[in-house]
């Protein structure tokens, strides 16, 4: 549930960001600096979903930085702003993880930088972006208790998800943890959970998602069993892309029959 806005929330703050003199030897003009209530305001408009609680919980995570008032407010520059931005593309156009977003921004990604999925390159090729890495993840666990608090998740709805083998988790030591992926992936469920949308009602996403692997291990089965270091790795990469074209796919074809719904 969205944190209530205090007054400080909802409206705009003028700061010195100590911008130091311009090439002229003045001052620069102090630029405007904006509470979270702002920022999700000028935000609604390309993000209809964005919400102060959002905000913060990417701040969590460590991908914003925003500067705190004496008070304790939350001050975003428009660097702030542009980055959250780019971090909310990179979910909605790309179904990237948080994981791989903060990586990308560590690597100095910005909102122009890379081409839309599917849109034509400057040499006419057509750019697909990995949507996710079928590598091994950093290795990181985290029990049931920090993914509750992470995710806002009910213990029922992950119990849930176990159930219907959407998660599984691993038993170390009497404690059930779960890795990366499915901590996102109980993230996602939490949310659809506040729209009633329970375990059982994913086992749609789920036999999608186990025919369109099983697809792809069709595809390059032969080259993802060489022996040749090379050729596997080739293999890996095309896996990688094939699952991005894929997702691409898979998106415009739910934008397309959603449009069908609100006419």
Not at 3 to 21: H, I, K, Q, R, S
Not at 172 to 193: C, P, Q, S, W
Not at 208 to 236: G, H, M, T
């Amino acid at each position: 549930m969205t944190a209530p806005a205090t007054p400080a929330d909802v409206g705009e703050l003028e700061v010195e960001l100590g911008d130091g003199p311009s090439e002229g030897g003045e001052l620069s003009k102090p630029r405007k600096s904006l509470t979270i209530g702002a920022v999700c305001k000028a935000l609604a408009q390309e993000f209809p979903d964005i919400s102060i609680s959002k905000i913060r919980y990417l701040e969590d995570q460590k991908l914003l930085t925003p500067r705190r008032t004496p008070g304790g407010y939350r001050l975003y520059t428009q660097g702030d702003v542009a980055r959250l931005r780019t971090i909310l593309r990179m979910q909605r156009d790309e179904f990237l993880p948080l994981r791989v977003i903060r990586q990308e921004l560590a690597a100095g990604r910005s909102g122009d930088s890379t081409p839309i999925p599917g849109r034509p390159t400057r040499d006419g090729s057509r750019a697909w972006r990995q949507s996710v890495s079928v590598g091994e993840g950093s290795g990181a666990l985290y029990s049931m208790e920090d993914v509750l608090e992470e995710t806002k998740a009910e213990a029922k709805l992950v119990r849930e998800l176990e159930e219907y083998g959407v998660v599984k988790g691993e038993m170390r030591g009497g404690v059930r943890y779960f890795d990366e992926t499915e901590r996102e992936i109980i993230a996602a469920v939490a949310e659809l959970a506040r729209y009633g949308v329970g375990g059982r009602n994913l086992r749609v996403f789920r036999s999608s998602a186990d025919r369109e692997a099983n697809l792809l291990q069709q595809i390059l089965a032969p080259a993802l069993r060489s022996r040749n270091p090379e050729r596997r790795k080739e293999a890996v990469e095309a896996l990688e892309n094939l699952a991005a074209v894929a997702t691409h796919l898979k998106h415009l074809l739910l934008i397309r029959d959603l449009r069908k719904i609100v006419r």
